[in-house]
């Protein structure tokens, strides 16, 4: 085996390896945010920038919004895109569908949240 050939093996065991971890660190999180894993494949507390890039432009937006402001309820995150309520509305309850954030009632507001990953909600526990 040339050298060329144990760098290529190399970075493809890095990869598997950062892949491994992120598996792990996704399914950890769905276990303790209750945020059922269903069709996402890149967790959640991989950098904004990784996971959006799949996102058509619409959802990117929110889901942008969704990064900065933690938790909101629809017309706050219209206020932060510059769009409107119902097509924040849409946006939100599809990302809640895809996994990547949840949805909960305070009151008689509904409220939409960007999971924690692990590490963050044991130092803000």
């Known amino acids: ?15 598997i390896d950062l892949l491994n971890r992120m598996l792990r660190e996704h399914l950890s999180i769905s276990r303790e945010t209750g945020v059922p894993s269903k069709k996402v494949d890149v967790p959640l507390s991989a950098p904004v920038s990784i996971y959006l890039l799949k996102f058509p432009d619409s959802l990117r937006q929110t889901m942008l ?3 900065r402001l ?46 924690l990953p692990p590490q963050e909600k044991k130092e803000a526990g």
């Open 70 to 115: 933690k938790e909101a309820t629809t017309g706050q995150v219209a206020e932060e895109t510059g769009r409107s309520r119902s097509v924040e509305s849409i946006h939100l309850n599809q990302l809640e569908r895809m996994g990547y954030i949840g949805k909960f009632r305070r009151g008689r507001k509904v409220f939409f949240r960007v999971p």
């Open 1 to 15: 085996m040339d050298e060329e050939e144990r760098r290529q093996l190399q970075r493809i065991e890095e990869k």
């Open 65 to 67: 919004a969704m990064d």
